[in-house]
């Protein structure tokens, strides 16, 4: 998902608010209950998104989704959020969110794309290259299969991205041979 800027502002100033009210970890599991409801409810994306919905209206529709699942913090943000307009920006915030309270923990997460799933010696050394970039931060794996890499890796960690995969070497032998500078005579 590409989250916004504006995603991240609002997401830190939910984090500033919670550590300041030390329930951190409430507002952590009520963000992460949002992004579930969030994208497994369709209709109430479209209702977020939606222009002819009257704001006021939309803050019912979130009062009766989430009464009783979040806490008065969260109420208050997702309130605050619609009277500004942004309602439709819950899901991002909520993903944002999740990423700063990792930042804030020191966790890093290393997203690997692999042709075939990994082995405990490939996650290891994951691990380990991760390890190496942000000594003393927390490292967890998040693993995707993608057989159109043909083999290899790609390893992405925060905006840094490494590609040891076979189908990115073909293309890079795709476009050095269509650069040949031979010309033949006529």
Not at 50 to 64: C, G, H, M, N
Not at 87 to 97: N, T
Request: charged share 25%; net charge positive.
């Amino acid at each position: 998902m590409n989250i916004a800027p504006v995603a991240y502002r609002y997401a830190r100033s939910l984090m500033d608010l919670a550590r300041e009210q030390g329930q951190l970890a409430g507002v952590q599991a009520d963000m992460r209950s949002v992004a579930d409801t969030c994208a497994a409810n369709r209709e109430l994306q479209v209702v977020l998104k939606s222009p002819v919905i009257k704001a006021d209206k939309k803050e019912r529709i979130l009062e009766l989704v989430f009464a009783g699942e979040v806490g008065p913090i969260t109420a208050k943000f997702m309130a605050i959020m619609v009277r500004k307009g942004r309602e439709a920006m819950l899901p991002q915030v909520a993903v944002a969110f999740e990423e700063l309270r990792k930042a804030h923990e020191g966790v890093v997460t290393a997203e690997v794309t692999s042709a075939v799933p990994l082995d405990d010696a490939a996650r290891a050394k994951v691990t380990a290259l991760a390890a190496a970039k942000h000594p003393g931060k927390s490292i967890t794996l998040s693993e995707k299969v993608d057989a159109a890499l043909i083999g290899g890796v790609i390893i992405r960690i925060g905006d840094e991205q490494l590609d040891g995969s076979v189908s990115r070497r073909l293309g890079d032998l795709r476009r050095k041979f269509s650069e040949n500078p031979y010309i033949p005579e006529i």
